[in-house]
């Protein structure tokens, strides 16, 4: 596995997602036992799909580039003085990458359209799962999570050693309001759906 490649990020946080995954069945299921909740299983299978995807994306756009590859080393081969410390200050980049394309300083390739699509790709389940695991979500407050999320992120980012990017930003704000739209777009679609069976 090649540690810097986009697949080798992803599967540095799969182990780290999983346990988070096992625990909040457990936890859920102790939850549904207690209060003999009626079990619905789309919802239930929903919540922890997001509360996974929650897991890995912290995992991945917080915490340092190879954290999860040095915990492991660190705990099964115990190299813990190869790991990089997990609190430095990163670096700012407040100027778009199509404003620098522009200008000629920098030209879009294979490595940038990469990472762009990729960052939206990322945040689109975020916006996407919304409208499924909670009622209290509409345009407005849609617009107002894809506004503060990323940039909560992007300001942890520089305390974990990782850059604030307004690249991110946009991609970012692009991928949770298009995975909004289409996840409420599914739900009312299945609404409809069942009001004409009734």
Same mark, same amino acid.
């Given at each position: 596995?090649?540690?810097?490649?986009?697949?080798?990020?992803?599967?540095? /946080?799969?182990?780290?997602?999983?346990?988070?995954?096992? #625990?909040?069945?457990?936890?859920?299921?102790?939850? #549904?036992?207690?209060?003999?909740?009626?079990?619905? $299983?789309?919802?239930? #299978?929903?919540?922890?799909?997001?509360?996974?995807?929650?897991?890995?994306?912290?995992?991945?756009?917080? @915490?340092?580039?190879? &954290? $999860?590859?040095?915990?492991?080393? +660190?705990?099964?081969? +115990? $190299? $813990?003085?190869?790991?990089?410390?997990? &609190?430095?200050?990163?670096?700012?980049?407040? *100027?778009?990458?199509?404003?620098? /394309?522009?200008?000629?300083?920098?030209?879009? +390739?294979?490595?940038?359209?990469?990472?762009?699509?990729?960052?939206?790709?990322?945040?689109?389940?975020?916006?996407?799962?919304?409208?499924?695991?909670?009622?209290?979500?509409?345009?407005?407050?849609?617009?107002? /999570?894809?506004?503060?999320?990323?940039?909560?992120?992007?300001? @942890?980012?520089?305390? &974990?050693?990782?850059?604030?990017?307004?690249?991110?930003?946009?991609?970012?704000?692009?991928?949770?309001? *298009?995975?909004?739209?289409?996840? &409420?777009?599914?739900?009312?679609?299945?609404?409809?759906?069942?009001?004409?069976?009734?």
């Amino acid at each position: 596995m090649n540690s810097g490649s986009v697949p080798g990020y992803f599967l540095q /946080a799969v182990p780290i997602t999983c346990v988070v995954g096992i #625990i909040y069945v457990i936890i859920r299921v102790a939850i #549904i036992k207690r209060n003999h909740l009626k079990v619905e $299983w789309l919802k239930e #299978i929903i919540r922890l799909l997001f509360s996974c995807y929650l897991t890995g994306l912290i995992s991945l756009v917080v @915490l340092p580039a190879n &954290f $999860w590859l040095s915990f492991f080393d +660190g705990i099964f081969l +115990g $190299w $813990w003085d190869e790991m990089l410390p997990i &609190f430095s200050f990163g670096e700012f980049n407040l *100027v778009p990458s199509f404003i620098k /394309a522009l200008s000629g300083e920098l030209t879009i +390739g294979s490595w940038v359209k990469t990472m762009l699509i990729g960052n939206i790709a990322m945040f689109l389940p975020m916006g996407f799962f919304l409208p499924f695991v909670t009622e209290k979500i509409n345009r407005k407050s849609i617009f107002i /999570a894809a506004t503060t999320v990323p940039f909560i992120i992007e300001l @942890l980012q520089m305390v &974990f050693g990782r850059s604030f990017d307004i690249d991110d930003l946009i991609c970012n704000f692009i991928g949770i309001a *298009v995975g909004f739209f289409i996840g &409420f777009a599914i739900k009312n679609t299945k609404q409809k759906s069942k009001l004409n069976v009734n």
